[in-house]
């Protein structure tokens, strides 16, 4: 079993910046290929970005390409989410999501993909 917890959400001005972090326990982290979602009021939720096990490859949402950067570090057993630039209409809460199945080598924007989720952190942007 793999609990994530996510933290680093806040209230920030628009144009500003806030980093996520995302920790899962286990020590089979570097074989999960990693997702952060986000799910704003009134919406479903929506992928953001993937990473593989090994940090090799990513993905990224075009709504956020070019602002947010997904990372990691597997030392750590922690996947980060540096977001710049940040728009009122990226309010949301921000979810990591953990693909045990994968192998570390999907990057799928698939929620279905992704069989472990943390609790969400909030994100409110301001204009």
């Known amino acids: 079993q793999v609990q994530l917890v996510e933290s680093g959400g806040g209230l920030v001005q628009a144009g500003g910046s806030l980093r996520l972090s995302c920790v899962a326990s286990?020590?089979?982290?570097?074989?999960?290929?990693m997702g952060w979602f986000r799910q704003g009021p009134g919406k479903e939720r929506e992928f953001v970005a993937a990473?593989?096990?090994?940090?090799?490859?990513?993905a990224t949402a075009d709504s956020v390409k070019g602002r947010f950067t997904i990372s990691r570090d597997n030392a750590k057993n922690t996947v980060y989410l540096q977001m710049n630039s940040l728009k009122p209409e990226d309010t949301a809460v921000y979810y990591c999501?953990?693909?045990?199945?994968?192998?570390?080598?999907?990057?799928?924007?698939?929620?279905?993909?992704?069989?472990?989720w943390g609790q969400g952190t909030q994100v409110t942007v301001s204009s």
């Open positions: 999501a953990g693909d045990s199945t994968g192998r570390g080598v999907v990057v799928s924007a698939a929620l279905r993909q992704y069989d472990y």
């Open positions: 286990g020590r089979t982290f570097p074989a999960y290929s």
């Open positions: 990473i593989s096990g090994g940090g090799g490859r990513t």
